[in-house]
């Protein structure tokens, strides 16, 4: 008899660093193309514009890693505390965790036989792990890991802010704003496309979602550089 082979693709185990390198990408390309707009609206010159976006970008990739590292550290001590908590009852109380267990089962669906045996089992062959699971929701899948969150985060940061940069350096000083906001709406709407792709969810919904919102920080910005050049000059 051949083996079966589970050829099923699950998009759960991407979500970690899936959902960092989307929004560090999304957070570079937008903020880095809304500062270089709204300087170039407010008549500053190319080298100006230039040197508001290297800065910007620096600036935004360092906060996207210390925000991510301290948001993902946050919930990975709250997991662990609860899993030092949960291993010190089940070394005092172990009768009163496999009740709670075999509960969690019975309210999933089991009959309460069967669920007192699947509890057995499964806390004798790795009972932390099993409470862990079923009882706070802490699996590998979703387990916290700030470092990577953090390096992720600030790597795709660097990687969406380069491309208005490159945009700026290969146009004319007049022609700055507008095409740098029309490349930033034409990568929003790849970069929300290929998010939504990877993470199994509808890419034009994605990419909508995304390029409106980019859209309205430009428009924001380029007003408040128009206003302000106008004002100062």
Do not use: C
């Not at 937008?30 to 609206?41: I, N, Q």
């Not at 948001?71 to 009740?99: F, I, W, Y």
């Amino acid at each position: 008899m051949s083996r079966l082979s589970h050829s099923e693709i699950h998009m759960v185990h991407r979500i970690g660093w899936l959902r960092a390198a989307v929004l560090g990408a999304n957070d570079g390309l937008v903020s880095t193309a809304s500062l270089v707009v709204g300087v170039a609206a407010a008549g500053s010159g190319k080298p100006e514009v230039m040197i508001a976006g290297l800065a910007g970008l620096m600036a935004g990739a360092m906060s996207m890693a210390a925000g991510e590292y301290v948001s993902v550290s946050s919930q990975t001590d709250a997991e662990q505390a609860d899993l030092a908590r949960e291993s010190r009852e089940l070394e005092e109380t172990p009768e009163a965790e496999l009740e709670e267990l075999t509960l969690i089962y019975v309210e999933r669906g089991l009959d309460g036989d069967l669920a007192k045996k699947v509890a057995v089992q499964l806390t004798e062959r790795d009972a932390l792990g099993s409470y862990a699971r079923d009882e706070l929701g802490i699996s590998e899948t979703f387990t916290a890991r700030p470092i990577q969150a953090a390096l992720v985060s600030a790597l795709t940061f660097a990687v969406g802010a380069v491309l208005p940069l490159i945009v700026v350096l290969l146009v004319s000083e007049a022609q700055i704003a507008p095409l740098v906001a029309g490349s930033t709406i034409l990568g929003l709407a790849v970069l929300g496309g290929l998010g939504a792709s990877a993470g199994g969810a509808g890419v034009v919904r994605g990419a909508t979602r995304v390029t409106l919102w980019g859209a309205l920080a430009l428009a924001a910005t380029a007003g408040v550089g128009a206003l302000f050049g106008v004002a100062v000059g």
